[in-house]
């Protein structure tokens, strides 16, 4: 065989000089896993396909005929090492239609596991951290939001592990119950409490912040109590948004400062929120239009390029 220049495309050709014929020799494996990063550095990237086509001198038309295999099936993650502290979060795919449950590293900041589910519930989690555990995944803390069905399903896989709940979740749902400018001084008062967490650093401001919850909580319970009568005997508790704020401190507090004993626990899961969820939202707005199957390849192609 004779080298004989390079195709078009830039392979280089070969020429037999027994049967006079040339031609380019092909390997399967190579091809495969070139197209493979062509679609993922297109899918995750800023990459186009016109571009693409351009680099490869072929059609747009023939590129995506060279991505079509890759968008029958979402990733697969990769076996990972122990993790310590595990951080879990959910993002929306589509709106009550489809939920990407998602499973960080907090110390290696990485994706460990992930999974489309139809809504974030116990159902969902259970199985979901069960299949973690069974490929040895028992980490020592878990950082969540606090969803009661992911606490259970927690409690219920890896009871030993420490629960951090994710400070700003809680800041963040409180606020938004309270509003920025509550009508009531309890409520007021509450606001001030709320903000105030994201400064807690020690346990001295700790052990402050937990005395001045329940001095507030002392000095307005009998307003808590108010109710409102309708028709009959019909009647509801008029401050409820205030009594869910209350109810939303006073169960976080045992698993809200886990942090302060070890700093090496992160406060919040951004690890997933802020480092993963959030550019897969700008993916699919790269992406808009494409359908549901392929926003769940789309995600699950991404957390994959990130474990590496």
Same mark, same amino acid.
């Given at each position: ?148 069905? &992911? =606490? /259970?399903? *927690?409690? %219920?896989?890896?009871? @030993?592990?420490?629960?951090? +709940? ?5 800041? !963040? ?22 903000? &105030? =967490? /994201?400064? *807690?650093? %020690?346990?001295?401001? @700790?052990?402050?912040?937990? +005395? ?5 909580? !002392? ?22 948004? &205030? ?66």
């Amino acid at each position: 065989m004779q080298r004989r220049g390079k195709t078009a495309a830039g392979s280089q050709r070969w020429y037999c000089v027994n049967c006079k014929q040339s031609g380019v020799r092909k390997r399967q494996d190579n091809r495969t896993r070139t197209r493979l990063s062509l679609f993922v550095n297109w899918l995750t990237g800023t990459v186009s396909i016109t571009k693409i086509a351009e680099r490869y001198k072929v059609s747009e038309r023939t590129v995506n005929r060279w991505f079509e295999p890759y968008w029958q099936s979402p990733a697969k993650t990769k076996i990972q090492d122990p993790v310590r502290v595990l951080v879990l979060d959910g993002t929306s795919v589509v709106s009550r239609v489809c939920m990407m449950l998602i499973a960080g590293d907090a110390d290696r900041s990485k994706p460990v596991a992930w999974i489309a589910v139809d809504r974030e519930s116990y159902g969902s989690w259970m199985p979901f951290l069960a299949k973690m555990n069974g490929r040895g995944i028992r980490p020592e803390v878990v950082v969540c939001d606090g969803q009661r069905g &992911l =606490l /259970k399903a *927690i409690s %219920t896989v890896w009871p @030993k592990a420490m629960v951090q +709940r994710c400070l700003i979740h809680v800041i !963040r749902q409180a606020s938004l119950w309270l509003t920025q400018n509550p009508k009531t001084v309890a409520g007021q008062e509450l606001l001030v409490l709320v903000r &105030l =967490l /994201k400064t *807690i650093r %020690t346990r001295r401001q @700790k052990r402050k912040w937990i +005395r001045a919850f329940k001095y507030w909580y !002392r000095r307005h319970r009998d307003f808590l109590k108010e109710r409102s009568y309708g028709s009959g005997k019909h009647w509801w508790y008029t401050h409820r948004k &205030l009594r869910g704020v209350r109810s939303l401190l006073a169960n976080a507090i045992p698993d809200l400062f886990r942090f302060v004993s070890d700093p090496t626990i992160p406060r919040t899961s951004n690890h997933v929120e802020g480092g993963l969820n959030s550019r897969i939202k700008e993916l699919f707005h790269s992406h808009r239009g494409i359908s549901l199957r392929k926003k769940v390849v789309l995600a699950s192609w991404y957390l994959r390029s990130r474990q590496r």
